[in-house]
C-alpha cells in the first residue's frame, strides 16, 4: 500500500495562493485515486479534490471548484492541489489520501480511502 506524505501547507493572507504536494512513500500512484480532504476544528472532514491517476479525471469540491486545481507529475510520482484565492473559511489542516476505489462514485467519501498522509496545516487570514 503507498503511503501519502503531504508538504506544502502555511499561512497566507486573503486572495492569495499556496500550493499543496503529494508524494507516494513506499509504492507508486498508478492504481490509485489520489485526493485531498480537509478538516476544519470542530468539523467533519470535506471532500475537496481528487485525481484519478491511470485516466487524469478530476473531481472537485463545490466549495472550491473555480479555485482550486489538482494536478499530477508523472515523473516524480507527486500530486498537487494548487489553492488560488484563498478564504478565510479554507483554512484547515489538509490531508493527501489515495486509494484503489472500485468505483468512481465514492471519491467524496473520507471512508472509502485507507491511506493517508499526516496532513499539513493551511492557515488563511483576513
Known amino acids: 500500500q503507498v503511503q501519502p506524505v503531504e508538504s506544502g501547507g502555511g499561512l497566507v493572507q486573503a486572495g492569495g495562493s499556496l500550493r499543496l504536494s503529494c508524494a507516494a512513500s513506499?509504492?507508486?500512484?498508478?492504481?490509485?485515486?489520489v485526493g485531498w480532504f480537509r478538516q476544519a476544528p470542530g468539523k467533519e472532514r470535506e471532500f475537496v479534490s481528487t485525481l484519478r491517476w491511470s485516466t487524469g479525471a478530476t473531481y472537485y469540491g463545490d466549495r472550491v471548484k473555480g479555485r482550486f486545481t489538482i494536478s499530477r507529475d508523472n515523473a516524480k510520482n507527486m500530486v498537487y492541489l494548487q489553492m488560488n484565492s484563498l478564504k478565510p473559511e479554507d483554512t484547515a489542516v489538509y490531508y493527501c489520501a489515495a486509494e484503489r476505489l472500485a468505483l468512481s462514485c465514492g471519491v467524496y467519501d473520507s471512508y472509502e480511502y485507507n491511506n493517508w498522509g499526516q496532513g499539513t496545516q493551511v492557515t488563511v487570514s483576513s
Open positions: 513506499g509504492g507508486t500512484f498508478g492504481s490509485y485515486y
